[in-house]
């Protein structure tokens, strides 16, 4: 008897579509997985056989195959083993023949007692289940919180636990937990941190810096001795950030649920994610790939800050491999398997010592490098990488009276209310350039054509970005990302005072944003 249901795979964060065709019929026993099956597909046969036995689910002796279309697209990992449960009960005539499943689709690994247990992607996967028209989606218990995403007035999202009581369901004997709500984004979630930038003494530089970026998702590169804070004041960055958005969270979710990162029952990413990868780490782990391409951590830091502490220790082909993703906010990895294309836009933070001992221009170590040495360890970093850093600001010693000082600074909750403020003045201007996206964009992303439109300079500015631009050898690409640096802080700055009467969203952009736009990337001393 022939019986057809579906289920769903993962090529890279996105999911296709499987029909499970699974034919049983009287002959000598022998089950046979085809179309294009990787290993663990292949082993799914033991694990249906197995979970069948243990759960009294008898299975006749027949000749089974599945074919699992479309046969030309390799199938990888254990999350079509529900399906091919389902589909085999049907064929073998456990399931009556008014039941339908060609409207389902059945996602999960089976274990040999019966249970079925989360794996990994199931958001992907029930997003493209419920947008090719799957009236009901099955997913393991454990999933249902990033599953649930999918429901529809159309789309029905069920968590199963076991594969007995999933027949019972089918036959309309037992019942299944549904959900009915979409996840919901508690902006409270995601601003629960223990480090604050009420911790953070002196650095006032620093800080506005820092805060200039948030604003607009700029690129920062803090360089300084050891012990001034550079670790300190990167790590409470995600504390000044705005809330993410659904969209943002269900992108960031897809991420690290391909990457087996969220726990079973876990719900929704709702916190930006900040990741810091050791400076020993491979070039494929940053950027991504592998046999099965994988995200790796520029992709996982998506929708939020990747923080590459010790920056000139990093492998050249590794940090040189960053320049594409800064520039185009996505990764391709191609490999045999097929290219795979990840998204990549992420807020990049460095951190530096000023050579190699650490106390170049240090007013208390004495530095022990030679000048040689210094001019090696900086040109770790090329000046194309350099380009693509928006804002590149020293950090010196914090002094006895500043560290001594038992005041708080700035909480991060003051902070974040004007990068926010700052970033609803950009979404503005986006929404009324006609952008569909404008409530994930940002500043930082800015074309030619919006440098144009939003980033125009009158007499004065122009005179000092000629200047700046001639002093400090600029590139073209450096002069576009000191321009949109301008834009953000001007619109910090229109946050909080009153309208210029420019009429542009935002205010005109004055010679103190420019001046100090550039004053944020002058590193002369060092480069």
Not at 379 to 401: C, H, N, T, W, Y
Request: hydrophobic share 40%; aromatic share 6%.
């Amino acid at each position: 008897m022939l019986s057809l249901t579906y289920t769903a795979a993962l090529f890279g964060i996105d999911a296709f579509l499987v029909t499970v065709e699974c034919n049983a019929r009287k002959s000598i026993p022998q089950f046979d997985i085809v179309g294009l099956p990787g290993i663990s597909v292949k082993e799914s046969r033991e694990r249906v056989m197995n979970c069948a036995a243990s759960c009294g689910i008898p299975i006749p002796d027949m000749e089974v195959t599945v074919n699992l279309a479309p046969a030309d697209r390799r199938k990888e990992g254990s999350d079509l083993d529900l399906g091919i449960m389902t589909a085999l009960c049907r064929s073998s005539g456990l399931l009556p023949e008014d039941v339908d499943l060609e409207n389902k689709c059945f996602i999960g690994e089976l274990s040999f007692t019966g249970d079925v247990r989360a794996v990994r992607g199931v958001l992907s996967m029930a997003l493209e289940a419920r947008d090719r028209g799957i009236a009901e989606i099955f997913v393991p218990y454990g999933n249902i919180k990033e599953a649930a995403a999918a429901v529809t007035p159309n789309t029905r999202v069920f968590g199963v636990k076991n594969v007995p009581e999933l027949i019972a369901w089918l036959k309309g004997e037992g019942s299944l937990y549904e959900v009915t709500d979409l996840p919901r984004i508690d902006p409270a979630d995601g601003f629960r941190f223990v480090d604050d930038f009420s911790q953070v003494k002196g650095q006032t530089r620093a800080r506005r810096a820092v805060e200039i970026a948030a604003a607009g998702a700029h690129n920062v590169l803090l360089i300084g001795p050891p012990g001034s804070g550079k670790s300190m004041v990167a790590k409470r960055i995600p504390t000044i950030l705005p809330a993410m958005t659904y969209d943002e969270a269900i992108e960031t979710t897809k991420l690290h649920s391909v990457a087996g990162l969220i726990p079973e029952n876990g719900d929704i990413v709702t916190r930006r994610p900040f990741r810091s990868p050791h400076h020993s780490c491979s070039v494929v782990s940053l950027v991504g790939g592998g046999a099965i391409p994988m995200p790796g951590e520029i992709s996982l830091a998506h929708n939020g800050v990747l923080f590459l502490d010790e920056f000139p220790e990093f492998s050249k082909s590794t940090s040189e491999a960053l320049r594409q993703p800064l520039e185009d906010s996505k990764v391709t990895v191609t490999r045999a398997a097929g290219r795979v294309t990840f998204p990549s836009s992420f807020m990049l933070v460095c951190a530096m010592n000023p050579c190699k001992c650490g106390y170049f221009g240090s007013k208390r170590g004495t530095c022990t490098c030679k000048p040689a040495d210094i001019k090696a360890y900086l040109s770790k970093i090329s000046g194309p990488l350099l380009d693509r850093i928006d804002i590149q600001m020293e950090m010196p010693e914090v002094d006895f009276a500043e560290i001594s000082d038992k005041s708080d600074s700035e909480p991060s909750s003051a902070i974040r209310e004007r990068v926010e403020a700052a970033r609803e003045i950009s979404r503005e201007r986006f929404r009324s350039a006609g952008y569909k996206r404008y409530s994930v964009m940002n500043n930082a992303m800015m074309n030619t054509d919006d440098l144009k439109r939003f980033c125009v300079l009158d007499d004065d500015c122009i005179r000092i970005m000629e200047g700046a631009f001639k002093r400090l050898n600029l590139s073209a690409r450096a002069y576009d990302r000191i321009l949109r640096v301008a834009r953000t802080i001007a619109d910090v700055e229109h946050a909080r005072r009153p309208d210029d009467g420019s009429g542009v969203i935002g205010g005109k952009i004055t010679k103190k944003d420019v001046m100090e736009a550039v004053q944020m990337r002058a590193l002369d001393k060092y480069w």
